[in-house]
């Protein structure tokens, strides 16, 4: 890493705030700790700026230059070829929850490429790497749980059979989505029993948990949970 990235990260640090993140993500590699929203700000001066010098200066060696390597992606002004060959290559280095919801939401340049980010994802959906799996899922959750996509996604999420905790996780927070947007369709992939039990539950618990799902809906899904 540069001096100069070196510079950025250690004057935006906070060791409580470093102690506070690490805590929540379980083997995360060494953080400065360094919030979310600077992180940001310092990737889209460095993607305007400096791409892509800045991503050969920035390693894998903490979540801060992990983080910045994946936004730079999003933010660059880049075409759509050089954007999926730069994310290809970064995939394989997401090790947790944090890094890969963070990047995935960043790939806003996906709503108008639609087809194209589809056909690049189905790789990561038959990997049997647990973050290259929930890549896939988090990207169809922010980006394709639209009416034209809906079906496919639905069946995607109940014929994926990693039960990585990450990855159940992920399938059960992406139903609890769809659920708000596609309640009839979701509740059949909850009713027909093809998802795996410990997705189905956990799906049905963040429901549950959920504030924009009715009282009534509420209960027909304790009903069900308790029957699973």
Wanted: a positive charge; glycine letters at 4%; proline letters at 3%.
């Amino acid at each position: 890493m540069s001096e100069m990235l070196y510079k950025l990260l250690v004057e935006n640090a906070s060791s409580d705030y470093a102690r506070f993140s690490s805590s929540l993500i379980p083997g995360c590699r060494k953080m400065y700790g360094v919030r979310i929203p600077v992180l940001r700000n310092i990737a889209k001066k460095l993607a305007k700026e400096q791409y892509p010098q800045c991503l050969m200066e920035l390693t894998d060696d903490s979540f801060e230059e992990t983080m910045l390597q994946g936004f730079i992606i999003g933010y660059a002004r880049i075409d759509l070829d050089e954007r999926l060959r730069r994310l290809a290559e970064f995939v394989p280095k997401i090790d947790n929850w944090s890094i890969n919801d963070s990047v995935c939401i960043t790939m806003k340049f996906t709503t108008g490429n639609r087809a194209r980010v589809w056909e690049f994802l189905k790789k990561y959906l038959n990997s049997n790497r647990e973050f290259e799996v929930r890549f896939a899922v988090i990207m169809l959750m922010d980006f394709y749980l639209t009416e034209e996509y809906i079906d496919q996604v639905l069946e995607i999420y109940e014929n994926i059979r990693l039960l990585d905790y990450y990855v159940m996780m992920g399938v059960a927070w992406s139903l609890a989505t769809a659920y708000d947007k596609f309640p009839e369709k979701t509740m059949q992939i909850l009713q027909n029993g093809k998802l795996p039990k410990p997705t189905c539950r956990k799906a049905i618990q963040k429901m549950i948990e959920s504030h924009r799902v009715s009282e009534a809906d509420k209960q027909i899904l304790r009903e069900m949970r308790n029957l699973k």
